[in-house]
């Protein structure tokens, strides 16, 4: 196996892994330790008191250490990809990258270990000995049959999961395929005949889970390079094989697969024939899973057959098995709950998992994947794809759940809803700042008018904002192209949803007279103000909100930020005594910060900083934080002294003058405003107890900027702008905002109508 391997990418994946620092992965501390008392409590002499409350208590590990969220991936180098025995070296590649998967997609930590044994007892020793270093333990790589040995045995010696993922992972991906094309093609489990293609680590796997999940021994025929595993064979056995041998006449794969339902293959390239396919009943389902090339090309079968299910191993055809799907998030949840194993329940219900989240309509996220394509369940779409950021929440919920009800957990979930926003702000922080005020909108519905019902982001958004039982969302737009854009991108609920049009409704001559006598001295006759509400979803959307038929507004999607702030301003004023800024919300690992004015007032006078000040730590407070206020500069306290800071400074002199309850400085470089540790050094007279989290901004120019850069360069998420200071609840989004954006903004309008 010393040759290259024929892809047209080899040369540019040795330089990904060479650059920089060499390979993928890196350790990175959890805690400061930037000072002399910083390094005491890390190490000497204040390491001693959680080693010695562990020495006590050894469940207390996982409260002072990283045990509970820590994996080893362990390889020996005998089964490497397509590749072969590679050896223990050869495997490193893969184990760095499976250690980068398990973070980036479950955010579990990950050391690789490559083993340089191939004797059984070595390995399991090895690896016996570790465990107290790990919370689980993830073999990959491992031929068979000693992967099957290798894995019982720790199981049986080790209080901690113990997973071979070629094995099980491949084994729950393909049987949540399974789930749905049985759904369907109308078929049950126990009533179909399954032919398995490959007698190895994963084929077996594969096999003893959906026998698990129902299908009756006498229903399934397994293959190997010899042939039918009928009973009785003594050529090529071993006591994995056996135990799936059936008393059949069928000797060949050929024989075996005439009047077949189902096809499993995990073997080699050309094992299927396209008379195979053609032999096999109606509706055929056929997972062609060997790498890098299928048993059967896709195309292929669609030459003979076009009622199958087809699903392969890689990613340029639909329905990819790909483990990534299921090993970063059942070690999630068993980690979460401390299982001592990893059970068939809890494999079970991680496939279950996965085939529900298949039938739900896609986010964003999704579609992105599909080049732009969004899929929707069918035969094309069996199995969610990896970049689903619903699977983090998921999976892992089903996994926790069956551990605690098959009784291997030790440290139960006690309130599900928690967990699963735990799970999401794990992944995207946004969800855990989110999360109280969402809390909040459930409890206290609104109605929330969606003004660009015709959209299908919008329709899409709609249903999400309603399913999560934040309110009721109303949809402006025509309710026929409504309902027919709904039944294109396949979702359902149309009758649940309140459509109007404006040029429709009944009783909208209220909304004519209420714009006229807000116009009628700006040059605009009655008939003009008809014409708006008729024509104008925003304006119409307005009306419905400030004549109380709706809560809140939300627009955006198809017109500029300054073209819809226009149109709500004819219909909804300022609350007295205040502005109008926009607030953004920017979310990062280990902290928010609320960031204004980034949308309406270009160059604010010190007035106008004094109010927008005022008004963004209101903003911060209403969404759970206690606001620590920096009117920012490119100066600290005068140096470098210039005219286009007196602005920032008068401010601050103004805000003097009152009585406030929030903390503020200014005028204030950025870097020192976000590290109080230069802030300390530097500027001890500084008013602030801690970081700022509320960033007031010199100019548009700059907020906009700052805003626009922070996702795009930082591990930063944007929320916003939130329009903040009209005197009924209104929320502009960016022309290209996502559902997932959309729901978000949805949702900070209604809470600001409870309010």
Known sequence: MSDKPDFSQYEEALRYHAQGKPGKLEIVATKAVATQRDLSLAYSPGVAGPCLAIADDPERVYDYTTKGNRVAVISNGTAVL??????????????????????????????????????????????RLMGPSFGGINLEDIKAPECFIIEQRLREIMDIPVFHDDQHGTAIICAAGIINALDLTGRNLKDTKVVVNGAGAAAIACLELIKAMGLPHDSAILCDTKGVIYQGREEGMNQWKSAHAVATDARTLE????????????????????DMVKSMADKPIIFAMANPDPEIRPEEIAEVRKDAIVATGRSDFPNQVNNVLGFPYIFRGALDVRATTINEEMKIAAAEALAELAREDVPDEVAAAYKGKRPIYGPDYIIPVPFDPRLISHV???????????????????????????????????????????????????????????????????????????????????????????????????????????????????????????????????????????????????????MGDADAVLTGVTRRFSVAFKEIQKVIDPKPDQRVIGVSIIVGRDRTVFMADTTVTTLPTAEELVSISKEAAEVARR????????????????????????????????LDKEELDFEYEGDISADVALDPELMASFYPFCRLSGPANVLVMPGLHSANIASKLMPVLGESKVIGPLLVGLSKPVQIVPIGATVSDLVNMAALAAHEAGQ
């Open 82 to 127: 397509g590749l072969g025995n590679l050896g223990a070296l050869g495997s490193k590649p893969v184990m760095e990258g499976k250690a980068v998967l398990f973070k980036r997609f479950a955010d579990i930590d990950c050391f690789d270990l490559e083993l340089d044994s191939e004797d059984v007892d070595e390995l399991v020793n090895c690896i």
């Open 255 to 274: 024989e075996a697969m005439i009047g077949s339902d189902i096809f499993l293959g995990l073997s080699v390239k050309g094992a299927v024939t396209k």
């Open 623 to 654: 969404l759970g934080h206690e606001p620590r206020v920096a009117l920012l500069s490119y100066s600290n306290f005068g140096n470098p002294k210039h005219y286009t800071a007196d602005s920032v400074r008068e401010a601050v002199e103004l």
């Open 396 to 546: 892992p919920t089903a996994v926790a759940k069956a551990a605690m009800d098959s009784g291997v957990a030790r440290r139960p979930i006690i309130d599900e809803p928690a967990y699963r926003n735990e799970l999401r702000a794990r992944l995207d922080p946004t969800a855990g700042s989110l999360q109280l005020i969402l809390d909040e909108v459930r409890a206290a519905p609104r109605r929330v008018v969606f003004a660009e019902g015709e959209e299908e982001k919008v329709i899409r958004a709609a249903v999400e904002f309603q399913k999560a039982g934040y309110g009721i969302p109303v949809l402006l737009g025509r309710e026929n192209e409504v309902k027919k854009i709904m039944a294109e991108i396949g979702i359902d609920g149309s009758e649940t949803l309140e459509i109007y049009n404006a040029s429709e409704m009944e009783h909208r001559e209220k909304y004519y007279s209420f714009l006229y006598e807000r116009l009628q001295r700006k040059g605009y006759l009655f008939r003009d103000c008809a014409r708006l509400v008729n024509r104008d979803r925003n304006i119409f959307a307005a009306c419905m909100v400030a």
